[in-house]
């Protein structure tokens, strides 16, 4: 029986998860895609709490989705900075490393993250 690709990816994540931790001095900043927008958050695992979280929900600006997910990694940084954080775990959520989730990657680092 095949597999469909949301079940790849949701094994893919699992099997990331299992070594990607975020504490209080190194939270996850944790990427979700999908088909129409990009999510991300800076989540404390060991307390279970996001930190911070970004979206282009609300963002009406036009333009690719790469650029979007560009400033939702940007914003989300700062977000993170203002706060006291400077050093973070990367988890793309199963996804591959390339376009919008390697943009939020982007993003985050000149945002000020380190990771």
Known sequence: ????????RQTRHKRIRR???GTKDCP???VFRSHSHIYAQIIDDLKKETL??????KDSSQGKKSDKAFEVGKKVA??????????????RGGFLY??????????????GLQF
Do not use: T
Request: a positive charge.
């Open 1 to 8: 029986m095949k597999k469909s690709k949301l079940l790849k």
């Open 19 to 21: 070594v990607v931790m």
């Open 28 to 30: 996850r900043l944790a």
């Open 52 to 57: 911070v979280s970004g979206s282009d929900l």
């Open 78 to 91: 700062l977000g993170a900075v203002k706060k006291g954080i400077k050093k973070v775990v990367f988890d």
């Open 98 to 111: 390339h376009g919008r989730i390697a943009q939020v990657a982007k993003g985050a680092r000149e945002g």
